[in-house]
């Protein structure tokens, strides 16, 4: 390149000194300030005889890092070596931390998570089975709270009974529902049977109660088969409301459960929705139904029934029937005439004739089974709507005078609420601890 033919004017001239004038000027404080930078980095290096500290951000990656427990350790970054001075050199590169890659991973093993030790426990003894809750409980619930409470109350925070209490017993008995006759052959029994200790032992009392209660319920009587005959004739006798019709389509659903063919006769044709209550039955419980038209004789119908029922193989019969007529002799003699109907029918029937009884009314159904009763060769007691009244304790009166063993128990709506009738159970049920 040839200088001499570059013409510069004098302006020109100055403009170019002053460019390079400022680069060096330039220049040279950026090397000054470098070197002074890379100089306290090594002083500091020197003094902390250990790795550069890390900056926030750096140190803020280094803690959301996962530190699995087969990371390799870090290794510490060596010192930046010293290299030469030299004047104009472009400075070096401060070290840079960067994060250590993850360590190398099996993608066909999985993580294996080891559970931290817990201390040696002592073993634990295997805990009490449970005790089986009484199902008749719930039904019982306000009985319980009638005179069994009452009875409760008496004893309740008393070491010794005297002759005052014993009146107090006396009076809870005769008002409760189980009778005056049932009651006062209680009171005799406690005052003839217990020691003078004992009559002053509240617990002996109660106890003895109990004891008498289950004696009472406890009538020898067989249990009934439904497979001793075929068919197998009931006959359900009781006055109106008393739930009759309800009881047998609940009893038909519990033989139909049991594999059984079952028939029902719908004898009561002086209640208009009595026939259709039991129609509603068989459709649930897959069960036949013979009717007869409604003012029909009732006998008819069921001599139909029963007839139809030995014809077609049914294993079991169940007759309703009417439970009030113009009068109380009428009834009973419909009543008379359908059981000698049925004995035509088929031999044998009845072979069990149920009395359904609606707890609700007391002591009078005790009377309406002493009518029944007196009129019919009862061989069981069907005892309703337990659940909805305190009055059920007339059971004891009805089994204790009448000697008739009960078969079965209503609490409640549903079918299973229908239950077999347990002595034991029952009381069980109905002197248990009313819940606070």
């Keep these: 390149m040839d200088l001499s033919s570059i013409h510069l004017s004098a302006t020109e001239l100055y403009e170019l000194i002053g460019v390079v004038g400022g680069l060096g000027v330039t220049g040279t404080l950026g090397v000054l300030f470098v070197r002074r930078a ?77 559970p931290f030790p817990s201390p040696a426990a002592e073993p634990q003894p295997e805990p009490a089975p449970k005790k089986r809750a009484n199902a008749l409980a719930p039904g019982l619930a306000r009985t319980r709270s009638g005179f069994v409470a009452r009875l409760g109350a008496v004893f309740t925070g008393r070491k010794q009974i005297d002759p005052a209490v014993v009146d107090e017993i006396e009076k809870v008995l005769l008002t409760a529902d189980i009778g005056v006759k049932t009651s006062q052959k209680l009171l005799e029994e406690i005052r003839s049977s217990l020691s003078r200790s004992e009559l002053k032992d509240p617990e002996a009392v109660w106890a003895f109660l109990r004891q ?32 009759k019709t309800t009881t047998i389509g609940k009893l038909a659903a519990r033989l139909a459960g049991d594999g059984k063919k079952v028939l029902m006769a719908a004898g009561d044709t002086f209640r208009a929705a009595a026939a259709e ?75 069990e004739t149920w009395l359904v009884i609606d707890s609700t009314s007391g002591q009078n159904a005790i009377a309406q089974a002493q009518i029944f009763t007196e009129a019919m060769a009862v061989s069981g007691i069907v005892l309703t709507k337990l659940d909805g009244t305190a009055k059920g304790g007339v059971i004891l009166g009805i089994a204790d005078q009448l000697k008739i063993p009960v078969r079965y128990v209503g609490i409640g709506e549903s079918v299973e609420d229908l239950r077999p009738f347990d002595p034991a159970e029952f009381v069980e049920a109905l002197f248990a601890p009313l819940e606070s």
């Design 277 to 351: 209550q039991l129609e509603v039955w068989a459709g649930r419980t897959g069960a036949a139904i013979v009717r007869g038209k409604e003012g029909a004789d009732p006998s008819s119908v069921i001599f139909d029934g029963i007839k139809r029922a030995a014809t077609e193989g049914f294993d079991v019969a169940i007759a309703d029937t009417a439970g009030r007529l113009h009068t109380k002799t009428d009834l009973m003699q419909e009543l008379q005439k359908v059981r000698r109907v049925l004995g035509k029918a088929t031999p044998g029937a009845p072979h």
């Design 212 to 243: 008498r209660s289950t004696e009472m319920l406890s009538l020898p009587a067989p249990q009934v088969d439904f497979g001793a005959a075929k068919p197998f004739v009931l006959l359900v006798i009781g006055v109106n409301g008393s739930g």
């Design 38 to 114: 890379r100089d306290r980095r090594r002083r500091q290096i020197e003094e902390s005889d250990g790795p550069p500290a890390l900056s926030q951000g750096a140190k803020e990656r280094t803690a959301k890092a996962p530190r699995p427990r087969d990371r390799l350790p870090e290794p510490q970054p060596e010192p930046e070596p010293r290299g030469r001075e030299r004047g104009g050199a472009a400075p070096a590169r401060a070290p840079e931390h960067r994060p250590l890659p993850p360590p190398s991973r099996d993608p066909d093993r999985a993580a294996q998570v080891i």
